[in-house]
């Protein structure tokens, strides 16, 4: 990614998450199948509180969210920040709730892809075709406060 690009790409995150806070996750997405949440992690490196809006799934065990970073050759800064977090911060519209996230790894992964992700969101798999990659998956299971 050039320098200018993610120079752009910063900056339309942080619109979309002043947006979101402001709106309190209203117009988030601009379509009523696709879903939208704030998660805040601390940095890897710096352990400052970084933000940004993804799409997710609801299920049973919690919100499923995945790294695709638009098609890009590696994982998004956000999913690697999630990596290392013991608990995040995540903002579904106007609910705030600190959940524990569960990366899924090999059939457990597949599983989550293939029988929710790709027929809920089926957008998605153009992006993990154009990145090239196994796109990582991870399960924010909400936790009691």
């Known amino acids: 990614m050039t320098r200018l690009k993610r120079s752009f790409t910063r900056a339309g995150n942080h619109i979309g998450v002043w947006m979101y806070r402001t709106l309190k996750g209203r117009l988030s997405s601009g379509s009523k199948n696709v879903h939208v949440l704030m998660i805040t992690t601390p940095g890897r490196r710096t352990g400052i ?3 940004t809006c993804v799409r997710y799934l609801e299920t049973p065990a919690g919100f499923v969210v995945w790294g695709t970073g638009s098609g890009s050759r590696r994982d998004p800064d956000w999913f690697q920040n999630l990596r290392k977090a013991p608990t995040a911060r995540v903002q ?3 609910r705030q709730l600190v959940v524990r996230p569960h990366e899924l790894h ?6 989550m892809w293939s029988d929710l992700i790709e027929t809920q969101a089926p957008g998605v798999s153009r992006y993990a075709r154009k990145a090239g990659r196994t796109i990582p998956v991870a399960v924010l299971e909400p936790v009691q406060v």
């Open 49 to 51: 509180p970084r933000s």
């Open 92 to 94: 579904v519209r106007e």
């Open 106 to 111: 090999g059939e457990e992964r597949d599983a």
